[in-house]
Structures are given as C-alpha cells and as structure tokens.
C-alpha cells in the first residue's frame, strides 16, 4: 500500500518537478545573459562575491519552492554553520547531479571545481566565470587557483569521486584536494549525503520520473588538518567516508555533529 501511494504521489508531483527544474534552467540563462555583460567590466573583487551569491541564491530558491510544494525533503541545516567561515575545504559523496546546488546554495562564499566543458554551457557557463569558479582541464592551474581564493577567504567545494558515484558506496578518490589543503594550509571539512532516491545519479536520464519526494539528508563529519604527506592524508580520508557510509542515515546522529578538532596524521 505505501509503496502504491508513493507511486502516485510520483505521478501527481512529476509536472511540477519538471516544471521548476525548467524555472531553474530560465533562471539560469538569465542570469548568464547578464554574467555575460558584467564579466568584462566588473573588477574581480566585486565579480567574484556577486557572483556567487546570485548562484546560490537561485539555488536556495530553488531547494525552497520544491520542499514547499512536497516534491523534496530536504535537511542541509548542518551547512549553515559553515556558512561564514574562511579558507574552508568542504568535501563530500557524490550520488547525484543535484550535489552541488544543496551545497552551493547554503555556502555562498564557495566555489566549485567545474569541468572544463561546463564553462561553454549557455546555462553556467558565464555565470560560473563571473564567480570565478575553477576549471579542471589543468591540474597545475586548477590547484593553483584553487589555492589562491582559499587565501582569499573563500570556500572550495570539492567531489574527491571526480564523477557521480558509479560502485556504491563510493568511488575511487583522485588526486588533488589534500595537495590544495596542503598548499593552502586550509582544513578539510567532510560532508555526507544521504538520499534515498536514485534520481538523477549515474546512468538515470532527466526525462524518467523518480519516486517522489526526493529526501536529501546532509550531515558534517569530521575536520581533518592538512599534512606533508597529502597522498596518505587522501587514503585516510577515502577510508573514514568508506567506513561512516556504511552506516545508513537513520543510524546518523539526529542532530547536527559539532565541528571536532582537525585530526593530525
């Protein structure tokens, strides 16, 4: 019976998910146009905070109308308490292309690691450029800019898998964030999402209609402190996530966890 119900919850709700997700992408471009405009003219200490604050706006935005209508259920409560905080390095699970707006949209003072290819998109592209988000075709130039706006203050929000998670629990871990932390001496704060929706993760096309509501759980977990071996720190990370993701979310503490202290290797 609920399995029924949840099904044609699914069906009453699919029109109006698909008709926000097309309000985002309008948004999107709209913002582009203008991001397209102000990109040559706006000095990049202006650019940069405008930029994201207009992208994680729409995104919060966003996140509100489809918890308001009932499409999702969403808790990212626990991000709001790293909302202001400088020269932070967030890294979490990637389950689904959804990810990196529920991050986005609570830190306002982040930046993304972007593929390159996503810096032409008509709906990121200049509004990814305005924000100075990061491309990742270099890895020399990735790390290095990467390393600059943590010492700016800003926030980098980074997916270690480098794709949506393709062999459950997680993928593989690349090379990159713990040489960053290292160069920028910034902390690594690690972030698990929970959902219990396959929607838009690998291989699902946007056209097939999920089970609805989508509910997205997001909890911290621990801080880990940047260290001379950045490939032993990146293992000791991949192997925390591995071991915490084994638990499911209704063994997750009810509670946001407080910050701990950064771990030393």
Request: proline residues 8%; contains cysteine.
């Amino acid at each position: 019976m609920k399995t029924l119900l949840r099904r044609g919850l699914s069906i009453a709700l699919a029109p109006p998910l698909y008709a926000l997700l097309l309000g985002l992408g309008l948004v999107s471009l709209a913002w582009n146009l203008v991001a397209m405009l102000l990109y040559p003219v706006l000095p990049p200490d202006i650019a940069r905070p405008l930029g994201r604050r207009v992208i994680a706006g729409a995104y919060r935005l966003f996140w509100g109308v489809a918890s308001v209508t009932g499409m999702m259920r969403i808790d990212a409560r626990c991000l709001d308490a790293l909302r202001d905080e400088r020269g932070l390095i967030i890294v979490a699970n990637h389950p689904t292309m959804l990810d990196a707006l529920l991050l986005v949209a609570r830190l306002p003072r982040s930046a993304c690691i972007m593929k390159a290819g996503l810096m032409k998109n008509v709906f990121l592209g200049a509004g990814a450029r305005l924000a100075h988000y990061i491309r990742n075709d270099a890895a020399h130039t990735m790390v290095r800019l990467a390393v600059q706006d943590l010492r700016r203050g800003g926030q980098l929000v980074i997916f270690p898998e480098g794709t949506r998670t393709v062999t459950p629990p997680l993928n593989a871990f690349r090379p990159g964030v713990t040489l960053i932390a290292k160069l920028a001496q910034a902390p690594i704060q690690t972030v698990f999402i929970d959902t219990d929706s396959p929607y838009l993760g690998k291989g699902w096309p946007l056209w097939r209609v999920p089970p609805l509501p989508l509910v997205f759980t997001l909890r911290l977990g621990e801080r880990f402190a940047p260290v001379p071996n950045s490939a032993a720190l990146l293992q000791q990370i991949e192997l925390y996530f591995r071991h915490a993701m084994t638990q499911s979310a209704t063994e997750a503490p009810t509670e946001c966890q407080n910050l701990r202290a950064p771990i030393s290797s």
